[in-house]
Antibody
Framework: QVQLVQSGAEVKKPGASVKVSCKASGYTFTSYDINWVRQATGQGLEWMGW????????GYAQKFQGRVTMTRNTSISTAYMELSSLRSEDTAVYYC?????????????WGQGTLVTVSS | DIQMTQSPSSLSASVGDRVTITCQASQDISNYLNWYQQKPGKAPKLLIY???NLETGVPSRFSGSGSGTDFTFTISSLQPEDIATYYC?????????FGGGTKVEIK
């Protein structure tokens, strides 16, 4: 079945960077865009950006421009999201999500989420 | 960015009740509006895409309607397993945004 499996929880100090992975299975990795969405504890969903795994093209939410980098390794069907200059407000669960199909931008499936805690 | 105003932020209803959630966009987004369900500790799940299309496998008690700036999500008969937070999401442009969420509880 189509599945996205993310890397485990991370604890980082302010100013550090974190890189979260998202391994795809059950479909052709390069055929569907991957997006990243985060959720602070008890808060709503916040879209961070997208990546086309075939071309490597990316698009980032303005809020994260300059701090986020989305990459991929097609040989292992894995997408990555790296966030730098971490601050306490970046403490959140980070999700990868696949665009469902070519007709529009809705997400299914989602990864299980990766908790990133930023604390000194 | 397009702002999505979702209301109410929370509601309490009885099993069997009809539940309605609204989502208003700050500008015309045609029908580029999706709805998700999120249960505690879980990733969101797609329920409705393009305002009114029910995702495969989703119970028919869920429905969506609207276009332009005003959208509605309805649960026709609330079930205990529907306890969750519901989010709308627009994709009119590549700056995607979500509504603030509606937490649905059982009275």
């Amino acid at each position: 079945q189509v599945q996205l499996v993310q890397s485990g929880a991370e604890v980082k100090k302010p100013g550090a960077s974190v890189k979260v992975s998202c391994k795809a299975s059950g479909y052709t990795f390069t055929s569907y865009d991957i997006n990243w969405v985060r959720q602070a504890t008890g808060q709503g969903l916040e879209w961070m950006g997208w990546m086309n795994p075939n071309s490597g093209n990316t698009g980032y939410a303005q809020k994260f421009q300059g701090r986020v980098t989305m990459t991929r390794n097609t040989s292992i069907s894995t997408a990555y999201m790296e966030l730098s200059s971490l601050r306490s407000e970046d403490t959140a669960v980070y999700y990868c999500a696949r665009v469902r199909d070519y007709r529009g931008i809705w997400f299914d499936p989602w990864g299980q989420g990766t908790l990133v805690t930023v604390s000194s | 960015d397009i702002q999505m105003t979702q209301s109410p932020s929370s509601l309490s209803a009885s099993v069997g009740d009809r539940v309605t959630i609204t989502c208003q966009a700050s500008q015309d987004i045609s029908n580029y509006l999706n709805w998700y369900q999120q249960k505690p500790g879980k990733a969101p799940k797609l329920l409705i895409y393009d305002a009114s299309n029910l995702e495969t496998g989703v119970p028919s008690r869920f429905s969506g309607s609207g276009s332009g700036t005003d959208f509605t999500f309805t649960i026709s008969s609330l079930q205990p397993e529907d306890i969750a937070t519901y989010y709308c999401q627009q994709y009119d442009n590549l700056a995607l945004t979500f509504g603030g969420g509606t937490k649905v509880e059982i009275k």
